[in-house]
């Protein structure tokens, strides 16, 4: 079965007033289906860049990355947003619900937007997933009324709502206790496990590593292998 | 549906500059549905200044050329005229013949230039219904406060009724008697005394040129013939109708072997000087429209419609820039959500949406809020009868009372176009939005 997400040579460079900033420099690196997968490495090593390049919201400067066989430096902007739509989940760092929605409407808005689910179904898939993340009594609540830990739930059931190949997590445990940091973790290792969705998350923080069934660690926008040889 | 949900709750969200920006926007929506009421209101009064006193909906009349240099405004075999009239206007609501003369009034203090319209009250029933008298104070000093005359004394002998304005500068009352001067085909001057039998409320500019006679009197002035007219008025049962039944009326006197002269749209008093000038003798028949025959007073509408335009154009800019600075600023607060939605997978247009939808229900609620306070506020300055002081104003207004026309339709324009503008102003802003890549958006901090 091929690899879910193969990048090869991938590089990203940023222009920087007159200089040319290398966040990615030439990364190969490929993650298999059902995989729990840790991207670490100290803050500015390029970990954002990568998971960009992974969720299609950035296209390498060089190389290719592919998502499920699909290389994305083909694709045009519509069809990566319909790319990201149906096979990818975002769950960030400052959780990044929309504030006017509760619950409800922020978990089903993905649904919304891929239009391809009757009111009942859509109905019924959130509250499933509402369910599974524990925050059925919060469901009319907006964001503002959660805590950090409900809202990152939140995030978690909207990404996983439209049943993605990968999800993608961005430093899901930075702004969160470590109490809860760990149940997110949880949450996230449950989901993986029972439904067998690809998870790549990055992190700094050592004890979330330890829990991930795979690590890559970045350095200086290489992977740390690479990164010792060069 | 939660686009629109998200457009409402970032509205309430805002909602300090959304009750700003909607009062700005309900407030000139409020001034222009007050200027078309006004508009529409003049357009009223000169409808119904226009049809009382200088023409039917369609007017039947001509010259008559005695002689190649000689020429009257009149009509003969006016009792044949009438009949293929009625026989052949479709939609015909009633028809009436005036005389027409031109001449000087008479007092003891003063003189004044007057069109007479010479009336047959048994022929019509209508005019007493359509005349307002005015009350003695209006046009005496020291006078009383109370209706005195009775126009319908204009049956017969040597009577007038005046406007206001014409007793005012003449310095006469009901009772008082006036001495009519006109001139003869022939240049010989005739005259006539009458006795003022009432006195009507000034309906706007006209009734500076016009006062009431019988017939006979305008008869005996010129020596014509019973059978001779000024003009057929012809009033239909719809007004709006008026343009296409002359066209139909041309074509049918013309198939009856009548001389009509060409159209055009001036009034009968303006033509003399062209009709004076042609080789031809006899009678030629002249059909217009209302409109042709107060076509002089239109100006007034136009200069008030194009005063409205150009306020509510500047006023719509102003708007325009401030719905646009708001926008941007919703933009930037919400440029992480913006990414947020598109890594998700919201398309460039729905974005795009998402902020014009913002706009057009703002847009929507403050119009509609506007329009309807602009509706109120017309009918209740109606409700007040507010008379208007100045001579320049009801020259403008072609009324001495306010009187304002509120029509469904304008307001619907009203809504529909100051929502259109809203819109539009949202367009740059959404469109920059839209055009935002996910990855910077998402990077973004406020």
Known sequence: MPAIVQLTNAVKEYPLGKLVVKAVRGVDLSIERGEFTAISGPSGSGKTTLLNLIGCVDVPTSGTVQIDGQSTSALSDRQLTDLRLHKIGFIFQSFNLINVLDVYQNVEFPLLLQGELSASDRKKRVEEMVEKVGLTTQIKQRPNELSGGQRQRVAIARALVTRPAIVLADEPTANLDSATGKAIIDLMKDLNHKEHITFIFSTHDANVTSRAGRVVRVVDGLLAQAAEHA | MVLFTIAIRNLVQARRRSALLSLAIGLVTMLLVLMMALSAGINDNLVRSATIMSAGHINVAGFYKPTNAMSLAVVTDVGELRNIVEENTPNLDYTIDRMRGWGKLISDTGTVQTGFSGVDLADESHFLEVIQLAKESDYKDGGRDEIIGDPSQLAGGNTIMLFVNQARRLGVGVGDTLTIQTETVGGYTNTADVTVVAVARDVGLLSGFATYVPKQVLRDLYQLSPDTSGAVWVYLKDIEDADATMKHLRGVFEAKGYRLMDHEAVPFFMKFETVQGEDWTGQKIDITTWKDEVVMLTFVITAFDTVTVFLVSILVLIIAVGIMNSMWNAVRERTREIGTMRAIGMTRTR???????????????????????????????????????????????????????????????????????????????ALRASRLSPVVALGHTE
């Open chain 2, 351 to 429: 974005v795009l949406a998402m902020f014009l939808v913002e706009a057009f229900v703002l847009g929507l609620f403050a119009t509609t809020v506007g329009a309807t306070l602009g509706a109120a506020t017309a009918f209740g300055l109606n409700a007040l009868h507010i008379n208007v002081p100045n001579d320049a104003v009801k020259a403008i207004l072609l009324s001495d009372t306010l009187r304002m026309s509120v029509h469904v339709q304008s307001l619907f324009i009203a809504v529909g176009f100051l929502t259109l503008c809203t819109g539009l102003s949202a367009l740059w802003p």
